[in-house]
């Protein structure tokens, strides 16, 4: 009874809670990659997403001396931030494909509402500057045109999803949280990107030096290898996303 009693209570808070006058249902689409079928192996794409602040150099060396490759997901505030990062990014194509995250880190949802406590966009219009400026500032910084995009919180509206595809973009989901914000101990970092299957695309971040997620995001990524684990980039895998990202 008194579990009964908690469960209603949980409800009747949700629905307290929950945002009036906003219908819009917001998604966080999936990502996979074509499995393999390879026993034991297969491969993985590892994204990281570098949303402000700063390098984690400690993933970054790690990328660079395993020869593991990666697509990283910038804003335009990273890489104005980060030249020096940038640099080895550039200077290592075979390793990093670089694509966009936005100008500055807003959601791309196009109605007013806060997501994890950071304000969406708030209209189509303003999402359409968010990904044309994340996109425009990858290309000041010199490189390939990006591909691929990934908004603020990973969520979407739908409406938004299908502007940033008419804009040319795919969008970048993922089947593995890695480091959850990178709010994660080592530990659970760690078991949680050792434990990614064939076909998983994984999400965790670069820009987070002083979080200890970063320590488990090489731990788990040396474990994927050392189990013979092949690493893919976005550009190089046909990813398939469900709420219509990538069709
Ligand atoms: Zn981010």
């Not at 998604?27 to 026993?39: A, N, W």
């Amino acid at each position: 009874m008194g579990l009964l009693r908690n469960s209603l209570c949980a409800m009747a808070l949700s629905l307290f809670v929950a945002p009036a006058g906003n219908a819009a249902t917001l998604v966080e689409p999936t990502l996979h990659l074509k499995p393999q079928g390879v026993e034991g192996g297969g491969r993985v794409a590892l994204t990281l997403d570098a949303c402000g602040g700063k390098t984690d150099t400690r993933i970054l060396s790690a990328l660079v001396d395993n020869r593991i490759p990666a697509t990283i997901f910038v804003t335009g505030i990273w890489l104005r931030r980060n030249a020096e990062a940038v640099e080895i990014m550039r200077a290592h194509p075979d390793l990093f494909e670089l694509e966009n995250h936005g100008g500055r880190h807003i959601p791309a949802v196009d109605t007013p509402r806060k997501i994890y406590g950071i304000r969406s966009a708030g209209s189509p219009d303003a999402v359409q500057v968010e990904v044309e400026s994340g996109a425009a500032a990858l290309a000041s910084a010199g490189g390939p045109a990006p591909k691929w995009f990934r908004g603020a919180t990973a969520e979407y509206s739908p409406s938004a999803i299908a502007m940033i595809r008419k804009l040319g973009f795919k969008i970048a989901g993922f089947s593995v949280n890695g480091d959850g914000g990178s709010l994660l101990g080592a530990k659970e970092t760690a078991r949680r990107i050792g434990a990614a299957k064939d076909g998983d695309v994984i999400i965790a971040h670069i820009n987070q030096p002083t979080h200890a997620a970063g320590e488990g995001v090489v731990q788990g990524l040396l474990a994927l290898k050392q189990k013979g684990m092949t690493f893919v980039r976005l550009d190089d895998a046909d990813g398939v996303g469900n709420d219509g990202t990538t069709d």
